[in-house]
């Protein structure tokens, strides 16, 4: 029980220090929207190239990871379609259900996984947003493409979003550097690992001042459903899947914890940008990261 508490306990106080730093708007009410645009484009991609570039990687046991973790991944969206050809949700509500559904919150995933496994594991949690990250993309926009036709959806604008994000491009530049064994100067290593140390704990913080409590009063059966499909559902998929394709150990750990996740603090925008239902799509992301604390401590222990 130390151990799970140990893991768990300093992220969930993180993240509600976060919470209680913008209520109280220290340091001030337009600190928090520039830390996390920093965090998102400069800690977090320092923490996976630096990560990445030095490690040692299984490919055998890291591809068995990536396809079960995105196998499950298309599942529960199967799995949501066809729930809502029964209960008929609304086309707007629908896309906010499978972004809550399918998508997950990176900063927790990566400062989970660091606690419980140290580098090693974040090297292949890393490995595992590389290719999550743009798959989950495709299929979210996809559903907004189907569901919503007059959204402003763009095939030009959507692969630019894909090559331009900052962690995609860290995790190929890390990667490359891994593959090709060019050895960095001492001294950047040094600066770029510096720097990363900085990432999970500010990560963490926004997740907190993301939380949005006052929509959770407008509960709807939508949100129970999205909640339920990504942190009951996922994690008894992922474990049916792992187990399908042979992973063990850390790898079968990994893989559960990341169908454990909340959804992404940034699947609102998404929801703006497309037209999809941003008020329920705040309060599936509030939920979802509050309802994980309980969901985690029954999980962990079970790794």
Request: glycine content about 6%; hydrophobic content about 55%; charged content about 10%.
């Amino acid at each position: 029980m130390n151990y799970v508490l140990n893991a768990l306990l300093p992220i969930c106080f993180i993240i509600f220090t976060g919470y209680a730093f913008k209520h109280a708007k220290f340091p001030s009410v337009d600190f928090w929207p520039k830390m996390d645009k920093f965090t998102y484009y400069v800690l977090m991609p320092c923490l996976l190239v630096y990560e990445l570039s030095v490690a040692k990687i299984d490919l055998t046991h890291t591809v068995n990871l990536v396809f079960s973790s995105l196998s499950g991944i298309f599942l529960i969206l199967v799995i949501l379609i066809l729930l809502n050809m029964i209960l008929h949700f609304e086309n707007r509500a629908f896309t906010s259900i499978v972004q809550g559904g399918i998508r997950f919150n990176t900063y927790v995933f990566l400062a989970l996984v660091n606690a419980v496994y140290g580098d090693k594991g974040l090297v292949l949690a890393a490995i595992v947003m590389a290719f999550a990250i743009p798959f989950i993309n495709i299929l979210c926009i996809s559903v907004f493409a189907i569901y919503l036709r007059d959204g402003n959806f763009s095939l030009r604008a959507f692969f630019k979003t894909i090559l331009t994000n900052p962690l995609i491009g860290a995790c190929a530049i890390g990667g490359l550097i891994n593959a090709s064994g060019i050895e960095m100067p001492i001294f950047i290593l040094k600066s770029i690992s510096i720097v990363s140390h900085a990432a999970l704990p500010m990560g963490l913080l926004s997740v907190g001042v993301g939380l949005e409590l006052k929509y959770l009063k407008h509960a709807k059966k939508e949100l129970v459903v999205s909640t339920v499909a990504k942190l009951v559902l996922f994690p008894m998929v992922a474990y049916g899947l792992s187990h399908i394709f042979g992973l063990a150990g850390m790898s079968l750990s990994i893989a559960i914890i990341f169908a454990s996740m909340p959804t992404a603090t940034s699947s609102h925008i998404l929801a703006r940008e497309l037209g999809g239902d941003v008020s329920l799509m705040a309060s599936i992301t509030t939920l979802e990261t509050l309802a994980c604390v309980g969901t985690l401590f029954l999980i962990v222990p079970l790794l």
